[in-house]
């Protein structure tokens, strides 16, 4: 029988839901997420309506998502009430680290004004007082640029941030736009990597900005700049298996979908020696349990499932050298 905690893991893309709650962090009141739960995640009724909750699952792996039982009946969204629930679960199941992000997002069309602005301080505490077992990852503003360039600098210098990821398809900006390449930059100076959506977004926001050829441009520009195209890049999976094959500096995370329902080109290409050294294991919040059981039950090579859960995003990240 497989033993989670058997396989050392990396979740390389959460968001703070998973360490607590920060003070007026309600997403789901914006549009794009309403009709998100509605269509994608089939959790509200017509005209946003909540449907009658179920009852929440116990989940088998001590305090994860117990505190949130209620939250999690409604929403996809799994998490804990503080860092030290958060590393109790890590240890049942094997996770060595998980990088949680101070999400920045952006209501493109509805409300014009921030979906997401999480505070940078509370992910920094976090990262203290688990040793760096919860790693930091700023996020980018392409309408804000000197501010938001301020603030990453100060997240790795001050609270030991180690990434940035950012949702450029909330913006309306793709990643190859002039406004996300003074992020690259800084990036490189910093010596840092960083991720972005790629693929639709599963809130209604404009899906051209997400195909991942348009990180082409920046591969080619920033050579030695390590890049995750996250959240596999669906509809568009070849283009984003092209971009992880063809160039050195990019990977790609898996996250936002439950493993079992990953796309079956992608699972080839992952399993494949084209692949199995590019692909970054992450839960986007979608519960730590279950997207690694369901990652350990894919039919693919033992090899392939520890180097896509542990081996990839250490060198991604560089904690080799940490």
């Not at 269509?39 to 998502?65: I, M, Q, R, Y």
């Not at 980018?140 to 301020?150: E, K, N, T, V």
């Not at 002039?178 to 790629?198: H, N, S, T, W």
């Amino acid at each position: 029988m497989v033993e989670l905690k058997d396989y050392p893991t990396i979740d390389i893309m959460n968001h703070f839901n998973e360490i607590g709650t920060t003070e007026d962090a309600n997403p789901f009141k914006y549009k794009e997420m309403q009709i998100m739960l509605q269509t994608t995640f089939k959790v509200l009724g017509k005209g946003g309506a909540t449907p009658k909750e179920k009852p929440a699952k116990e989940p088998s792996a001590n305090k994860e998502g117990q505190a949130k039982k209620k939250s999690a009946s409604k929403m996809p969204l799994q998490g804990h009430d503080s860092v030290a629930d958060c590393m109790e679960t890590m240890d049942d199941l094997g996770y060595a680290n998980i990088s949680v992000c101070a999400t920045k997002m952006w209501s493109y069309y509805w409300h014009r004004e921030f979906i997401l602005n999480t505070p940078v301080d509370p992910v920094g505490d976090a990262v203290k007082e688990s040793g760096g077992r919860v790693m930091g990852a700023a996020s980018y503003d392409p309408f804000r640029i000197m501010d938001s360039l301020a603030e990453i600098e100060y997240c790795v210098k001050e609270l030991g941030f180690n990434y940035v990821w950012f949702h450029p398809l909330s913006y309306g900006v793709p990643p190859n736009d002039r406004r996300c390449y003074p992020l690259y930059a800084k990036c490189m100076e910093l010596d840092i990597a960083v991720g972005f959506q790629v693929g639709q977004s599963a809130e209604v926001l404009p899906s051209d900005g997400g195909r991942p050829m348009l990180a082409d441009d920046v591969a080619i520009e920033f050579p030695d700049l390590r890049i995750n195209l996250s959240h596999t890049g669906w509809p568009w999976v070849d283009e984003w298996c092209s971009m992880l094959w063809r160039h050195p500096n990019v990977y790609g995370d898996i996250s936002a979908y439950y493993p079992h329902s990953l796309d079956d080109r992608l699972i080839k290409f992952m399993d494949s020696s084209r692949g199995r050294d590019k692909v970054l294991f992450g839960t986007n919040g979608l519960g730590l349990k279950r997207c690694k059981e369901e990652f350990l039950a894919l039919d693919i090579r033992e090899e392939t499932k520890r180097m896509v859960l542990y081996d990839n995003a250490r060198r991604f990240l560089k904690l080799e050298d940490g």
